[in-house]
T-cell receptor, first 109, second 112 residues
């Protein structure tokens, strides 16, 4: 079945850039997504990229997609303490999404 | 901005009892979903629903589970006889098209 893998933890200093990586297996996914989950909260859609794009930028967020290697990354520029959360990569097929385990981002002041 | 809402935020129940988790999807959306997240684990797909019927369901979604859209706004997940291992956060999601799903804040279900 489809599998989405992420590293579990990332720690950065405030003001630095964060890069969260994800690999996936289903090459037929039309879109790939990044969701943010703060403690005790739901899943907030951060951004998504169409599978025929290489890059998408949205303010401090940059998504890079390497379709050949099935690798997706999320770069957060000028990381703030409010960015501390769990970030989930997801790939979407029709009807359902497959989520990674989530990367816990810790931003140190 | 429209959002998916879920009630209750936390449900505590005894093993063997029935629970109904409620969701109000975004009003013009046509596709509805339930996911669950056991503490510390991945978010797992349960079921998708379109045009008043189940489109797809996972192996988790056994006969103990059912979904319903009883009126034009609510979308419910019923667990008939809860087990300890049903304790999880349950997320509802909806989408206008099938590509982008918007998630609710979740209902934390605790089975004692």
């Amino acid at each position: 079945g489809e599998d989405v893998e992420q590293s579990l933890f990332l720690s950065v200093r405030e003001g630095d850039s964060s890069v969260i990586n994800c690999t996936y297996t289903d090459s037929s996914s039309t879109y790939l997504y990044w969701y943010k989950q703060e403690p005790g909260a739901g899943l907030q859609l951060l951004t998504y990229i169409f599978s025929n794009m290489d890059m998408k930028q949205d303010q401090r967020l940059t998504v890079l997609l390497n379709k050949k290697d099935k690798h997706l990354s999320l770069r957060i520029a000028d990381t703030q303490t409010g960015d501390s959360a769990i970030y989930f990569c997801a790939e979407g097929g029709f009807n359902k999404f497959y989520f990674g385990s989530g990367t816990k981002l810790n931003v140190k002041p | 901005e429209p959002e998916v809402t879920q009630t209750p935020s936390h449900q505590v129940t005894q093993m063997g009892q029935e629970v109904i988790l409620r969701c109000v999807p975004i009003s013009n959306h046509l596709y509805f979903y339930w996911y669950r997240q056991i503490l510390g684990q991945k978010v797992e797909f349960l079921v998708s629903f379109y045009n008043n019927e189940i489109s797809e369901k996972s192996e988790i979604f056994d006969d103990q589970f059912s979904v319903e859209r009883p009126d034009g706004s609510n979308f419910t997940l019923k667990i008939r006889s809860t087990k300890l291992e049903d304790s999880a956060m349950y997320f509802c999601a909806s989408s206008e098209l099938r590509e982008v799903q918007f998630f609710g804040p979740g209902t934390r279900l605790t089975v004692l």
